[in-house]
């Protein structure tokens, strides 16, 4: 985890460019690495990879709409903006980016 410091604006070859300063910050939960403290929010966007795997295996590898192999994204079937969960693979199903853009935030 990192702490912001500072920021700032430059001009560079005619585009604005933000920088950033930061500084390493101190674990406040000595013990606890990255994962487990992702693990103990409730709600994150975050799909698990156990849980990419299982949803992986279990749609073959294939849109679940029209088959294809190509472009695959994780979807949430109740999407993430309206409650769904990216912690269990019955909510995360594999789309292709045609279907997944058309699905959009829409519960089907």
């Known amino acids: ?24 910050a101190e674990d406040t939960e000595a013990g606890n690495t990255v994962a487990e403290r992702e693990l103990e929010l409730d709600h994150n966007r975050l799909i698990l990879p156990q849980v990419k ?4 295996k279990r749609d073959k590898g294939k849109c679940v709409i029209c088959g294809s192999s190509d472009n695959l994204h994780f979807d949430h079937i ?3 903006s309206r409650g769904g969960s990216s912690l269990v693979a019955e ?13 959009r935030d829409k519960i089907e």
Do not use: G, T
């Open 1 to 24: 985890m990192f702490s912001l410091v500072d920021a700032w604006q430059e001009d560079i070859n005619a585009r604005k460019v933000f920088k950033f300063r930061l500084e390493l």
């Open 53 to 56: 795997l299982a949803v992986w």
């Open 78 to 80: 109740i999407p993430y």
């Open 91 to 103: 909510n995360i199903q594999l789309l292709c980016a045609r279907h997944n853009i058309e699905k």
